[in-house]
């Protein structure tokens, strides 16, 4: 129980919480250790609980009626998912959830935490706050989906993977899942690469990538490389606040 009181302080939502809250969230929370592939929850299941990334990757995905997989998000360690569902009279996750590397999770009994949150106006408004930067993170990701190129969602994506200062990283997912998140065919992803590639703009290698012209890179992303209100910032506690263009 110590280590979950631990993890759970360690993220801003579960930290506004009264000693007496927290107490009682610990008691309705569970530690999980997820193997590579496993599945931790399928689309249109009745929600249950919501969880807490302490390591590995988690991707959230829809199936299509045909069977066919969209990437909606990876989580990353210290984000939450599936909390707002909370809200919803008999919700179902709208997405299914898979863990891509091992991984442990803190797992809350949504229905609980639900009903003592009548009783804590701060984390509610947290919540409230979160949910509106998601919102905004949705809609410029429609914008980008619909009036930008594959190219620039590929470049732009480059960009936010890079290290401060760095030219040299590895992809933290791989190329496959990447190209369903940014809503390509994993074809039309590999013909993206090798034209960059070709225009020595980068070099990628297994999974490491190496941009040689950055100045071209960043041409190439126009505006899809501004980060304010990106879709993957909003799953962290607290939101980053948004940066205005060139900064």
Same mark, same amino acid.
């Given at each position: 129980?110590?280590?979950?009181?631990?993890?759970?302080?360690?993220?801003?939502?579960?930290?506004?919480?009264?000693?007496?809250?927290?107490?009682?969230?610990?008691?309705?929370?569970?530690?999980?250790?997820?193997?590579?592939?496993?599945?931790?929850?399928?689309?249109?299941?009745?929600?249950?609980? %919501?969880? $807490?990334? #302490?390591?590995? &990757?988690?991707?959230?995905? =829809? !199936? @299509?009626?045909?069977?066919?997989?969209?990437?909606?998000?990876?989580?990353?360690?210290?984000?939450?998912?599936?909390?707002?569902?909370?809200?919803?009279?008999?919700?179902?996750?709208?997405?299914?959830?898979?863990?891509?590397?091992?991984?442990?999770?803190?797992?809350?009994?949504?229905?609980?935490?639900?009903?003592?949150?009548?009783?804590?106006?701060?984390?509610?408004?947290?919540?409230?706050?979160?949910?509106?930067?998601?919102?905004?993170?949705?809609?410029?990701?429609?914008?980008?989906?619909?009036?930008?190129?594959?190219?620039?969602?590929?470049?732009?994506?480059?960009?936010?993977?890079?290290?401060?200062?760095?030219?040299? %990283?590895? $992809?933290? #997912?791989?190329? &496959?899942?990447?190209?369903? =998140? !940014? @809503?390509?065919?994993?074809?039309?992803?590999?013909?993206?690469?090798?034209?960059?590639?070709?225009?020595?703009?980068?070099?990628?290698?297994?999974?490491?990538?190496?941009?040689?012209?950055?100045?071209?890179?960043?041409?190439?992303?126009?505006?899809?490389?501004?980060?304010?209100?990106?879709?993957?910032?909003?799953?962290?506690?607290?939101?980053?606040?948004?940066?205005?263009?060139?900064?």
């Amino acid at each position: 129980m110590q280590s979950i009181k631990n993890a759970l302080l360690t993220n801003p939502l579960f930290a506004k919480l009264t000693p007496q809250q927290l107490e009682r969230t610990v008691q309705h929370a569970l530690a999980l250790q997820i193997e590579e592939g496993a599945s931790i929850f399928e689309q249109g299941d009745p929600v249950k609980r %919501f969880y $807490l990334v #302490i390591r590995g &990757q988690i991707k959230l995905f =829809r !199936l @299509s009626p045909a069977g066919n997989e969209k990437v909606i998000e990876v989580i990353t360690p210290g984000s939450t998912f599936a909390e707002a569902l909370m809200f919803l009279e008999q919700p179902h996750y709208p997405v299914g959830a898979e863990a891509l590397t091992s991984a442990e999770l803190i797992s809350i009994d949504t229905a609980d935490f639900a009903d003592m949150l009548k009783d804590s106006i701060d984390t509610c408004f947290l919540l409230l706050g979160d949910m509106s930067q998601r919102l905004r993170g949705l809609l410029r990701e429609i914008d980008e989906l619909s009036l930008h190129s594959a190219t620039c969602r590929v470049a732009a994506s480059l960009l936010q993977m890079r290290p401060p200062g760095s030219t040299d %990283f590895d $992809l933290p #997912i791989a190329k &496959q899942v990447l190209a369903s =998140r !940014l @809503s390509i065919t994993p074809e039309t992803f590999s013909r993206i690469i090798k034209n960059l590639t070709k225009q020595d703009i980068i070099a990628i290698k297994g999974g490491h990538v190496r941009i040689l012209d950055l100045p071209s890179l960043e041409r190439a992303a126009d505006v899809c490389a501004l980060k304010e209100d990106s879709l993957q910032s909003s799953f962290h506690y607290p939101c980053p606040p948004v940066q205005p263009p060139g900064q």
